[in-house]
Structures are given as C-alpha cells and as structure tokens.
C-alpha cells in the first residue's frame, strides 16, 4: 500500500479528467481537511469534454434571450427526455447553471460575449438560443484548458496529487458483502490510449472515490468520442456491486462526417451547426427532416438519427447512394462566404483539412454513438448505492437525461453535480438504496477485440434495435473474455475488459426494454406502450 497522506484527512481520490472530474478536484482540493489525489488513465487534456464543440446551455442573467426562462430550460430537458428524467435532478440543474457559470467566469473561462453579455447559440430541441460557447466551437477545451489551469496550480501548491498516465484496475472494498464500502482504488500504469495491463499494480488507499471516467462511446464502430472512452467506471462500479439503471439509453449523435469519406478519420460537426440553418439532404438532394418532426433539422437528436438510419436504408433500397449530407452551403449562401469560419472555426478548419470546402459542398454524415444517458445510478449528491463511492458526470445516472439527453446539458450536468458530489463528501459513509435485478454473467474463454464488441454492438445494439439481434449479441457476448490471451503481449487488457463488460449490461438492458422510447429504439417494438419504469441492475453476489 502507498503511504496514506494524513490520516486526520479525508482521502478522496477523483477518477477521470472530463469536466466533472477536474471540477470535483478542483472544489474538494479547496477543502479543508480534504486530501484529493486526481487519477486519470491518460494525460489531463485526453477527454470527451476537450472535444465539445456546441456548448454548455445555461439560462443566467448574463444574456437570455427574449422570454427565455430557467422554466423552458427544465421543459425542453423533459421534453427530449421523453418523460424519463426525474423531474427534481432537472429542476435543480438547470437553476444551478447561473452559478457554475459565474464560478468558470471567475476562473477565467474566456466565454464568447456580444454586447457585455454571452453570445448565445441554438441546437436540437432547444426552444431558444442559450447555449454558451468559447472561441465559436471549442467550448470544452475552452472549460478544460482553465480547470487543468487549476488543478495544475492547487498541484504545483502541494493540495492536489496528480497522478497521469494511471489505469484504476478496481475498487477495494472493506468486504464483498452488499453494503461494504470502498476502501481505496488499485491503480496500474496504463500504456497508449489509456489501456493497461503492464506495470506494478499498487493500492491507493480512499475514504472516498468519485468516479468522473465518462461515457463508453467505444462500444461502437462509428463514434464521437476519444479511444478512451472504454465504460471503465461504469465496469469498476459494477464489478463493486453498485446499482446501474437506464442502461439502454445510449445517444447517437446525428452528424459524424462520415469516416468512410475522412479516410476513418472521425470528426463530430456540431449540431449548432444546424442551430444555423444547415439543412440535412439525402443523395438525391432532397430534405426529409420535414417529413419526420415538426422542428425538423432541430428535433430531438434520437429523432434526427433515426430519420438519417431510415433515409440510407430506403435509399439503398431504392438502388440510389445510401448517403445523408449536412448541407452548410446554405448557411453560407445566406450568412455570407465568411460566417461560418467566424462562428466555427475550428470545424471549418477541420473539415478543410479533411478535404471538404463546406461553403460549396455538402458533408457526408452518419450518426454516431455520444452519449450515455445510463450509468451508475446516484442520489442528487452524486452518491452511488456503494458507501464511500460517488459518480459524477457522464458515468453518472442522475435522472437527469431521461431517455435522450438534451443537447449541451451534459457539460453542465458535469459541473453541478460535481459540486453537490463534493459538498456531500462528508456524508460518505451512507448510501442510498435504490431497487434493483441481480444479473450475473458467465465468462466466456475465446478471447475478443475491442473491434469485434464495436462490429456486434454496433450491428445489433445501434440506433435501431430488435430482439432477435440483441439475443444473438448477448450470446456472442457470453463466449468472449478480454481476460489473459485477448493481447497476447500485454496481459489483460482493462479497456477491452471494460468494453466487454459494458457491452454486456447493454445488451442485456436493451433486450429487457420491450418498447420504444427516447433513444432506445426497437423495430419489433415500435408501437409497444412507452413503459416508464427504469431498468437497474446489480452484480447478483452483491444483493443482500
Ligand atoms: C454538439 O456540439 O453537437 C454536441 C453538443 C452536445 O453533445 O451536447
């Protein structure tokens, strides 16, 4: 065991470098009597939040736009959530986003201003401008440059460890009954890419873990995240017995520029792209966004990806190029040559240097997975079912998404719930129960590759699901281990361990669900009745 910092201290240690874990560190290293120690797999800068273009939404009295209220906001979440949030978590997000906001100014985040206040954009399912955004569309590394700022000076003062390049490879527990607490995380060095399984294994000892890891967008062939986003907390929190619930909600964000035209590279275009006027065509010029949701380009992203898997599926059928085009040309034809590289240069940049001059020609796209809306289940405090283990950010089943999240809420939701994690941390030792189904699987013996999990799940548990496919995967799933011979060479490999797990507890959620709902999307359960219920799991040895 590393010598443990003060005992007279309460020992937290942060797991993750997205915006909810840089700002959990940050806030608790400020603490008194709080000893944090900020683990993440990778460098501080390698997160999904580094990568948000579009922005974070926040109605403050800094710049609203006429007869926009804290009220819409809370409405436009529901509504996109399909009426599966829970109603307090986005009640109390979205009037805590004036003061997140005003704590991020104070810390020096350079938000884009118009006439003393913010400038403010559209996306999907907004019903108005109110999403804030830095240098046009690099709003999260915009957040992340001035949280690393912090994080590396409370370091640089002694108040914070920081510990790079480090895999957690599990959670201690004071015992393997439900109910026992964590007790501390052990940690592996971890190669490229985050994934580990060289290297000393050394235990960390913790009164308190916040797991801040992010999504496991990797589950899936096309994808807006970065390689690291392998489900690793949501696989940590399950293998401690924490509960888990709405597993099956997983966002496909509509506009991927399409890798089989980048050369696979992946590049998101920003929804506020749209929030424009950039209209979706399909290969024979054609908008069908009209035909599908009254707000047509701007609906709700579940709807906008659908209406883009269904559109390349008819036009195959029909024999034409099964291709969907972002069309900014009218954005630039109506706005002049120049606005586009004004209000995004960075994707302007981009897409030029993949090839693409989007002022004259429209950009294939695709839909890709984003976002997880499910994850390990919290209280309002971030608090897990686990005593002493909190989750925060995307890792985080707040409720606040429901069963599609509301685009640019998941910067902010970082954000607010990483302060109530930390403002709660006192309480460490309780943990709330939350009902759930015991499931164990089995390990397979054939070993797997995180392109074979990404091949299954994205065939089988995409934008459009259905029984018998998702019964296949999960026997595909039951075969495989990512235990030792999936790499040969480096043992054990933890992202692929994740990614196995993950995909798993996907599967199993997306065949329970037998409707259709926000994102969860089955063909042979279109019209079923919208079911409310929540679907939670825990590891079956762990239930009482
Ligand atoms: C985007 O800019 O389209 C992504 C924003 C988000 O996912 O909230």
Not at 238 to 246: K, N, T
């Amino acid at each position: 065991m590393t010598p443990a910092v003060s005992p007279a201290k309460l020992r937290v240690v942060v797991v993750g470098s997205g915006i909810a874990g840089l700002y959990a560190a940050a806030l608790a290293a400020r603490r008194p009597a709080t000893a944090v120690t900020l683990v993440t797999k990778g460098a501080l800068e390698q997160s999904n939040t580094w990568h948000a273009q579009g922005g974070i939404t926040a109605v403050t009295d800094q710049g609203r736009a006429a007869g926009d209220s804290v009220a819409a906001h809370v409405a436009d979440t529901l509504r996109a959530g399909a009426g599966m949030n829970d109603g307090a978590a986005v009640r109390l997000l979205c009037a805590a986003a004036g003061r997140e906001i005003a704590t991020l100014d104070r810390w020096g985040v350079p938000f884009d201003r118009t006439g003393g206040g913010y400038a403010l954009g559209l996306e999907g399912a907004h019903s108005a401008p109110r999403i804030l955004h830095i240098g046009g569309d690099r709003t999260g590394a915009g957040i992340a440059a001035a949280l690393i700022g912090q994080v590396r000076d409370l370091a640089g003062a002694g108040q914070l460890q920081l510990r790079e390049h480090t895999a957690v490879s599990g959670l201690l527990r004071s015992g393997s009954r439900a109910g026992a607490g964590v007790t501390g995380v052990r940690l592996q060095p971890a190669g490229t890419g985050g994934s580990s399984g060289a290297g000393t294994v050394e235990e960390l000892p913790a009164d308190v873990v916040v797991l801040a890891t992010g999504g496991a967008g990797q589950l899936f062939e096309a994808t807006t995240n970065p390689a690291g986003a392998t489900g690793d907390g949501v696989a940590l929190a399950w293998e401690a017995g924490a509960v888990l619930s709405d597993l099956e909600f997983i966002q496909f964000h509509p506009t991927l520029l399409d890798p089989a035209a980048t050369g696979g590279q992946s590049f998101m275009v920003s929804e506020a792209v749209r929030g424009e006027g950039a209209l979706l065509v399909d290969s024979a010029g054609g908008r069908f966004m009209p035909g599908s949701h009254p707000d047509a380009e701007l609906a709700p992203r579940d709807v906008v990806s659908r209406a883009i898997h269904r559109r390349q599926r008819e036009l195959a059928q029909q024999g034409l190029e099964p291709v969907v085009y972002l069309d900014a040309t009218v954005v630039a034809a109506a706005k002049g040559e120049q606005f586009l590289s004004r209000r995004f240069p960075m994707i302007d940049a981009t897409v030029r240097a993949l090839g693409f001059d989007w002022t004259r020609q429209p950009l294939p796209v695709v839909p890709a997975s984003h976002y997880w809306m499910g994850g390990v289940r919290t209280d309002l405090d971030a608090r897990t079912s686990v005593p002493g283990l909190f989750a925060v950010g995307e890792v985080a089943c707040t409720g606040v998404h429901g069963a599609n999240r509301l685009a640019s809420n998941s910067l902010l939701e970082g954000l607010v719930f990483a302060r109530r994690a930390v403002e709660a941390l006192d309480g460490y030792r309780t943990a709330p129960a939350f009902a759930a189904q015991p499931l164990a699987f089995d390990e397979g013996d054939t070993a797997c590759t995180a392109a074979g999990i990404q091949a299954l799940m994205t065939s089988a548990a995409g934008v459009a699901r259905d029984g018998a496919g998702l019964e296949l995967a999960a026997k595909q799933l039951a075969e495989w281990t990512a235990g030792p011979g999936a790499t040969p060479d480096a043992g054990p490999d933890n992202d692929t361990a994740a990614l196995l797990t993950v995909a798993r507890l996907v599967a199993a959620a997306a065949a329970a669900r037998r409707n259709s709902v926000g994102a969860h999307y089955r063909t042979d359960f279109e019209q079923a009745p919208a079911g409310r219920g929540h679907l939670s799991f825990v590891k079956e040895q762990d239930q009482p």
